[in-house]
T-cell receptor, first 112, second 115 residues
Framework: LAKTTQPISMDSYEGQEVNITCSHN???????ITWYQQFPSQGPRFIIQ?????VTNEVASLFIPADRKSSTLSLPRVSLSDTAVYYC?????????????WGLGTSLAVNP | DTGVSQNPRHKITKRGQNVTFRCDPI?????LYWYRQTLGQGPEFLTY????????KSRLLSDRFSAERPKGSFSTLEIQRTEQGDSAMYLC?????????????FGQGTRLTVV
């Protein structure tokens, strides 16, 4: 199972772009990269998923270099409501989430 | 369908008592997962159902824990003879096997406090 490493915490200000990088040196060929967001006392919420290059949705962008040993979640123009913990997960797209190992995540604090 | 629903949201119990939590997944989702999350940690996988079949249990799930998913719909997680170390947030998630992605939808969790 691939292990991910991400910063424990980050600080930002409203309106800034935030980039959270995740390392996954042992990622397997079939593995996809998925990011979840979690607010206090809430369950995690899916943000974005990708395999290579760039994926963009209405919430975020995910940049994955050619070697796929890392990925960067980009949140454009953050607001106070983006303060949350962000988890990077790597796993087989077969879809069995039991294989996913959740690390400590990155606690993002957005300041006014 | 408004998503994954968990009840109760909070439960305080005395050590040694039994507790049961319920999870109602998104109706068309055939996969259901239970996780446990303690403060400052990521979720830890406990067990997984595909339809009504419990296909895997984590070693974290001691004999005091049991989960069911009758008829492949809602699921219950029971903890017998609760201990203070059982205090945690218990999260349920569901997903669609064979779907285009691995997105799992989580409920809001049940926070258990054992006193």
């Amino acid at each position: 199972l691939a292990k991910t490493t991400q910063p424990i915490s980050m600080d930002s200000y409203e309106g800034q772009e935030v980039n959270i990088t995740c390392s996954h040196n042992n990622i397997a060929t079939n593995d996809y990269i998925t990011w979840y967001q979690q607010f206090p006392s809430q369950g995690p919420r899916f943000i974005i998923q990708g395999y290579k290059t760039k994926v963009t949705n209405e919430v975020a962008s995910l940049f994955i270099p050619a070697d796929r040993k890392s990925s960067t979640l980009s949140l454009p123009r953050v607001s106070l409501s983006d303060t949350a913990v962000y988890y990077c997960l790597v796993g087989d797209r077969d879809g069995n989430n039991r294989k996913l190992i959740w690390g400590l995540g990155t606690s993002l604090a957005v300041n006014p | 369908d408004t998503g994954v629903s968990q009840n109760p949201r909070h439960k305080i119990t005395k050590r040694g008592q039994n507790v049961t939590f319920r999870c109602d997944p998104i109706s068309e989702h055939n996969r259901l997962y239970w996780y446990r999350q303690t403060l400052g940690q990521g979720p830890e996988f406990l067990t997984y159902f595909q339809n009504e079949a419990q296909l895997e249990k984590s070693r974290l799930l001691s004999d005091r824990f049991s989960a069911e998913r009758p008829k492949g719909s809602f699921s219950t997680l029971e903890i017998q003879r609760t201990e203070q170390g059982d205090s945690a947030m218990y999260l349920c998630a569901s997903s669609l096997a064979g779907g285009p992605d691995t997105e799992a939808f989580f409920g809001q969790g049940t926070r258990l406090t054992v006193v």
